[in-house]
């Protein structure tokens, strides 16, 4: 069980008053000095708890700016800027950034890939970086769960592609990214706007293979724009 208990983040909120934005253009002429710039604390998160169960599969919903995208680099500690306060349990283990890259899989909103490499291909590199310890049959094992797992065994041998590239579906891509972040074996699947471009029948197939995921697997936490 992953337990997050009275999680805070807040930001520093630089404030600019109109001497300070003339300070800065004058200061770029070198006519003097910049003056020093005062700010406050904006608060992205406020005291949140919540706990994750096995099979259990965690919705948050919010408007765009709601801080979203915040908890989940929290829980992932990827790309956090400002305090965080409170504290993210593993199993009763306090969480510790030296090993939070294999406890948490973090699927941001946007898709990357190498576009010219199969389906297949692009899982066996990820587990060879991932897993370099890991022999040729056992990648092999792990790579055909995988594909079956996700729904894209009939997509193996086809590029992945990208925006220039004709490849798989944005679904398919999207669910590529979550492939390749579970080949971690990490206790938990954070999803960043799962769903973001993409229509309601491939929103339902991406949440269907969550499901999976949730059930067979790790806890899932995605969050949804409302």
Known sequence: ?????????????????????????????????????????????????????????????????????????????????????GE????????????????????????????????????TFADALLNPASEAPHRDQKVAVMLRLLGLSHRADTMVGDDLHRGVSGGERRRVSIGVELLKSSQVLVLDEATNGLDSTTALQIFQAVRVIADEMIPVMATLRQ
């Open 88 to 123: 993210v349990l593993f199993g009763g283990e306090q969480q510790r950034k030296k090993d939070n890259h294999h406890r948490v899989s973090y699927v941001r909103d946007g898709d990357s890939h190498l576009p010219f490499l199969t389906v297949k291909q692009t899982f």
């Open 1 to 85: 069980t992953i337990r997050v208990r009275h999680l805070s983040l807040t930001s520093p909120l630089l404030q600019y008053s109109l001497p300070d934005v003339l300070s800065l253009v004058r200061s770029c002429f070198g006519l003097f000095s910049l003056e020093k710039l005062t700010s406050k604390r904006r608060v992205l998160l406020d005291d949140i708890s919540f706990s994750m169960p096995a099979r259990s599969m965690t919705l948050v919903l919010g408007s765009p700016g709601s801080g979203k995208s915040s908890l989940c680099k929290v829980i992932a500690q990827q790309d956090v800027r400002g305090t965080v306060d």
